[in-house]
């Protein structure tokens, strides 16, 4: 009887012209090949176009209001030499669609920050990043000797959720999740900007009781 179920539905896809979604495993070091590949990127063909590259069609920057990083970066000329960085800790989904990275970044002049990047899987399940931002710090933040990755606890749903998410404008949809894709929420994000071009990044990952803010990144308003 499941065998017969299993091959019914497999050919009701087929006859819609449709696909089953794709699942994900939900694994760090995914998202840390990602961002390595995309710091490699950025030192062989130049920062802005390894920007562009790597970016959805819907990914936010902040400079510091925040703007559509495609048309942003559209014509921005790559700089002599790119900013270098690499991630000291990823947070994923339950369902592997959604991850987070933050870490250090260095420049060519010797100035450092760190920076936070939201990852998001495409339809073919690559990686693209959906909102980048980051900051200038007087001393590296602290990172751990081994590259770390944490997997948010699934989310049980109540009756009627697990619906797709709603097609509105981004960030503001939870998760960001394309609308097509039913809303995971065990890994959520937020970034709010002030008037003054101050704003706050938040990523928070579910826990099994409640939510965890695992980034919580403050950067002030740009000196006038």
């Not at 961002?35 to 030192?43: G, K, S, T, V, Y």
Request: net charge positive.
């Amino acid at each position: 009887m499941k065998a017969r179920a299993a091959l019914l539905l497999a050919s009701a896809f087929a006859l819609v012209g449709a696909r089953p979604p794709m699942r994900f495993q939900p694994d760090p070091s995914s998202v840390i090949a990602a961002e390595i590949a995309f710091n490699r990127l950025a030192q062989a063909k130049g920062q802005w176009t390894a920007f562009r590259e790597t970016s959805a069609e819907d990914a936010v920057m902040f400079v510091p209001q925040r703007v559509l990083a495609k048309e942003w970066l559209r014509k921005r000329a790559d700089p002599p030499a790119s900013v270098q960085w690499s991630p000291s800790i990823v947070y994923v989904s339950c369902d592997g669609r959604l991850a987070a990275s933050t870490g250090n970044w260095k420049r060519p002049d010797g100035s450092i920050g760190y920076f936070t990047t939201v990852w998001r899987r495409d339809k073919k399940g690559a990686w693209k990043w959906i909102m980048d931002h980051g900051d200038t710090l007087a001393s590296p933040r602290e990172a751990p000797e081994y590259l770390t990755g944490k997997v948010a606890t699934c989310k049980r749903r109540g009756p009627g959720e697990g619906q797709a998410a709603p097609d509105v404008s981004p960030p503001r949809r939870k998760g960001n999740a394309p609308p097509s894709v039913p809303v995971d929420e065990s890994l959520t994000w937020s970034a709010d900007v002030a008037g003054d071009g101050s704003r706050h990044v938040t990523v928070r990952i579910w826990t099994g009781a409640d939510y965890e803010t695992v980034i919580d990144d403050r950067v002030g308003a740009p000196a006038s």
